[in-house]
């Protein structure tokens, strides 16, 4: 299993962001597929989960109307876009895979994760 | 949300000692449709991502040492290190994912005395 994240950059309050996490080593289109912050010297939060058609989202209450996640089956990619940012959405945004079920589960395995800084 | 809440911050253990972490939900994770406990543990190093080492509240993850223990069910929860090695200084996290959002303790810091 191999996820890679990218896009993570310094970007201004207010402004908008994409990440991306590609995936190998496993049939991408069979799991939900997850997306995690840790803030710098905090624990990991939770930020967003797709099922593996793409048909169900769910986010934490802080991404709603301001984070969007997809997925393209085809390309073993997920997505985070970001717009509206925030000081306090800096860290480390971490891509995950579930463990499986349909209903999901937890998280399975971890990327290296791609930093975001927000700042003036 | 589900409030996870673990202890000690810290703990500071010999090694070759036990290392205990205890973790709180504040709603019960154990679900009665098939009778498991929707707790996982997760081993965090520096500059690290975090690595599952528990699901279910008690299985544990191929690979995973079995000096690494989880218990408990409903509420409370305990990940116990059995005969702490070097390796196993970390910042370990209790999740739950019994809903949605999922939620993380605070996290223990486990160091060598």
């Known amino acids: 299993v191999q996820l890679v994240e990218s896009g993570g950059t310094f970007v201004q309050p207010g402004g908008s962001l994409r990440l991306s996490c590609a995936a190998s080593?496993?049939?991408?289109?069979?799991?939900?597929m997850h997306w995690v912050r840790q803030a710098p010297g905090k624990g990991p939060v939770w930020v967003s989960r797709?099922?593996?058609?793409?048909?169900?989202?769910d986010y934490a209450d802080f991404g709603k109307g301001r984070f969007t996640t997809s997925r393209d089956n085809a390309k073993n990619t997920l997505h985070l876009e970001m717009k509206s940012l925030r000081a306090e959405d800096t860290g480390i945004y971490y891509c995950?895979?579930?463990?499986?079920?349909?209903?999901?589960?937890?998280?399975?395995?971890w990327g290296q994760g791609t930093p975001v800084t927000v700042s003036s | 949300d589900i409030v996870m809440t673990q202890s000690p911050d810290s703990l500071s253990v010999s090694l070759g000692e036990t290392a205990t972490i205890n973790c709180k939900s504040s709603?019960?994770?154990?679900?009665?449709?098939?009778?498991?406990?929707?707790l996982a543990w997760y081993q965090q190093k520096p500059r690290q991502p975090p690595k599952l080492l528990i699901h279910?509240?008690?299985a544990r993850e191929l690979g995973v040492p079995d000096r690494f223990s989880g218990s408990g069910s409903g509420t409370d929860f305990t990940l116990t290190i059995s005969s702490l090695q070097a390796e196993d200084v970390a910042v370990y996290y209790c999740?739950?994912?019994?809903?949605?959002?999922?939620?993380f303790g605070q996290g223990t810091k486990v160091e060598v005395k």
């Open positions: 995950a895979r579930d463990r499986g079920g349909v209903l999901g589960s937890t998280l399975f395995f």
């Open positions: 080593g496993f049939i991408f289109s069979n799991y939900w």
């Open positions: 797709i099922n593996s058609d793409g048909t169900r989202i």
């Open positions: 709603q019960n994770v154990l679900s009665n449709s098939n009778n498991k406990d929707y």
């Open positions: 279910w509240a008690s």
């Open positions: 999740q739950q994912y019994y809903s949605t959002p999922r939620t």
